[in-house]
C-alpha cells in the first residue's frame, strides 16, 4: 500500500525549536530550509519478512540470514523467518538488497528528501506527530520490553501526517543517497541534485536499538557502509508519479 506525496515545498533540517540543536552530532541536519519536491508516492509500511520472502522464492536471492559482526541477531535461519515474525520489517538486509528488492518490485528506495517530507510533513515538525517526544508513539529500546521489532502498522499513534506508519522508531530504513555531511548547505540553495559518490548510505528514523529521543527526529541523519546488515535497519519502497 502506497500513500500520495503531493508536490510542493517542504521544510528540511533542523530548527531552532529543536532541543538537539546544538548537538555535535545534528551538525550534518543544518541549515533549515525549504525546497519543493516533486510529486511521489511512499510505502505506507516498511517491506516486511513476508513480502521479501516472496521476492527470495521468486528470485532465489539469498535470504537475510546474516548480520554484520556487532549488529544484532539475524531472524531468518535457514530460509525461514519466525511465523509471528510474518508482518514485521525485514532487517538484515544491506542497502543492495534493498535496491534489488526495489528493482524487482518495479519501484525504488527514497531520497533522503522525500523521506523526510514523507515523515514531517510539510511545516518542519520534530517527530511525525509533534514537536514532543512522545515515547508510546514509536518503538525504542524503552518500550520492546524482550522483544526487537514490532509489527509494520503497530504505533497508530505515531504516523506522519501522510499516513506513513514507524517512520520514527522500529528500524531505520535506508535512503537512496550517498552521504555528503553538508550537503543541506547545497540544498538550501536551491541545488537539489543528489551527491554522486561516497563512502556511505544514509539512513533515517532511528529503530527498536535507540533509547533517547536524539535518533528518532524527522531530520536526524546517520552515515552507515551501504554492506552493512544490521538486525534494525530495512527499507521502504517509493514510486514515481507521472
Known sequence: MMNNIPRGKATFGIGTEDPYLTDSSTIREKPQFDAALPEFDIGIYCVTNEQYLQFVTETGYPPPGQVTEGMGAPVWKNGKFPEEKANHPVVCVNWYDARIYCDWSGLRLPTE??????????????????????????????????????????????????????????????????????????????????????????????????????????????????????????????RNRK
Open 113 to 238: 528528501l522525500e523521506w523526510e517530507k514523507a515523515a514531517r510533513g510539510v511545516d518542519g515538525r520534530i517527530y511525525p506527530w509533534g514537536n514532543r517526544w512522545e515515547e508510546n508513539k514509536s518503538r525504542s529500546y524503552l518500550n520492546k520490553g524482550s522483544g526487537t521489532t514490532c509489527e509494520v502498522d503497530d504505533y497508530p499513534g505515531g504516523i506522519s501526517v501522510f499516513g506513513a506508519f514507524n517512520m520514527s522508531g522500529n528500524v531505520w530504513e535506508w535512503c537512496e543517497d550517498w552521504y555528503e555531511e553538508n550537503v543541506y548547505h547545497r540544498y538550501a540553495k536551491g541545488e537539489l541534485s543528489l551527491p554522486k559518490n561516497g563512502k556511505f548510505k544514509i539512513v533515517r528514523g532511528g529503530s527498536w536499538h535507540g533509547e533517547t529521543p536524539l535518533p528518532f527526529r524527522c531530520s536526524a541523519r546517520l552515515p552507515v557502509d551501504p554492506a552493512y546488515k544490521s538486525a534494525w535497519t530495512g527499507f521502504r519502497c517509493v
